[in-house]
């Protein structure tokens, strides 16, 4: 789950971390009225959504008095912002945030997330602060230092040491930064992050080390245990689709092919999506219905699928294990008898009764397409939709 950049700055703070003071709104009125509580000579007004490159796509305004602070939240409240990461289509902005100015001396990059591979948490430092880190590390690879950290109750002061050299700071700011990384690595633990990233975190010309920009992500599967940090989530900033997903407790992620996929089990789910791009196609969707799915659960599933308008076609590929084939078939036509499925529908199932499975969707008097195995569902749902 992502939050806003101002959300992020509240938990880092209340962890221990620098950041500038700021307000938010969710209108220009409550926004310019908070403002003025501000103690800056500048208003640094920002954009409030879930991407990166808002600077560059005119989200971010560095203003002299209250006045000119208000007119530029009129223009951007409600503005559509296309940055590298919103996609063409962009995100509109429902909240804007301000914060005080900072008089800024060098800027620099640090991040740290789960390294999977190593069950380590990863550290990701660099002196080129401000800039896209994946710019960074094609062109100066060697301006980017990763250090992985053993998951414990705190860092060692040694690790932060390792973390800290590419900054080339001065004792005091040293001492800072150590300080700030050691509250990340605490919020990170006992929030279960998956991600959190400043950039740029800065040295002012006061020698202070300040987050001036902060990324949050967190653990879907772990937020049972954070009601706290729900109650930030903005459904604003999410896909209308992927949101009836997770009522549902679907796995479903929208991407941009023609083919809508349903299946149990992520890997296979993979696996399906590749299988499709192998013979030319798209995948419409990620979707795992998962292992213990009932029949309105997959229902729900074929719902969501059809409700996208760029779906040509359905591959549905189920391996029954503790998903029983018969209870799939019966989703599909329960659905089916609910909404006008008319697009192309293949079918593959294997393992626990699928038989009966194949019986139910015999007679169900669909139009649909049987499949023994997945390449041959692939070749068959690619070549429906042509």
Do not use: W
Not at 192 to 205: F, R
Not at 275 to 300: R, T
Not at 344 to 366: C, M, Q, W, Y
């Amino acid at each position: 789950m992502n939050i806003h950049e101002h959300q992020a700055k509240q938990i880092l703070k209340k962890y221990g971390a620098v950041v500038p003071e700021g307000v938010f709104g969710l209108t220009v009125e409550d926004l310019v009225e908070k403002a003025k509580s501000l103690n800056t000579k500048k208003y640094v007004l920002k954009a409030q959504i879930h991407a990166g490159g808002r600077g560059k796509a005119g989200g971010v305004k560095i203003l002299d008095t209250i006045e000119d602070l208000s007119d530029a939240a009129k223009e951007m409240m409600g503005k559509i912002l296309v940055t590298h990461q919103t996609g063409p289509e962009g995100r509109e902005v429902k909240r804007l945030y301000v914060e005080e100015s900072s008089n800024i001396d060098k800027e620099f990059y640090l991040s740290c997330l789960v390294d999977r591979a190593s069950s380590k948490i990863a550290f990701i430092s660099s002196d080129q602060g401000g800039m896209d880190i994946e710019e960074v590390a094609s062109n100066l690879p060697e301006k980017i230092i990763t250090t992985k950290v053993d998951i414990g109750n705190e860092i060692s002061d040694k690790d932060c040491e390792k973390i800290t050299n590419i900054f080339n700071l001065n004792d005091s700011a040293k001492k800072q930064a150590i300080s700030l990384i050691k509250s990340i690595y605490q919020m990170f633990i006992s929030t279960d992050a998956n991600m959190v990233e400043v950039n740029p975190l800065i040295l002012t010309k006061e020698e202070k080390v300040i987050c001036l920009d902060a990324k949050v992500n967190f653990d879907s599967n772990a937020l049972f245990r954070h009601p706290e940090i729900v109650e930030l989530r903005d459904l604003n900033e999410e896909d209308p689709t992927e949101i009836e997903a997770s009522k549902h407790d679907l796995a479903y992620i929208k991407l941009d092919g023609s083919i809508g996929c349903m299946v149990n089990g992520a890997g296979l789910a993979m696996a399906t999506m590749d299988i499709i791009k192998l013979y030319g196609k798209e995948p419409a969707n990620f979707l795992d219905v998962g292992g213990g799915a009932s029949k309105e659960k997959v229902s729900a599933a074929l719902k969501i699928i059809l409700s996208d308008k760029n779906v040509k076609g359905i591959l549905i590929n189920i391996f029954g294990g503790i998903m029983r084939c018969d209870v799939l078939a019966q989703g599909v036509v329960d659905a089916a008898k609910e909404i006008n499925i008319s697009v192309p529908l293949v079918v593959r199932l294997a393992g626990t009764n699928f038989k009966e499975g194949k019986e139910i969707l015999d007679n169900s008097g669909l139009k649909l397409i049987s499949a023994e195995n997945l390449d041959d569902a692939a070749k068959k749902i690619v070549e429906a939709i042509k």
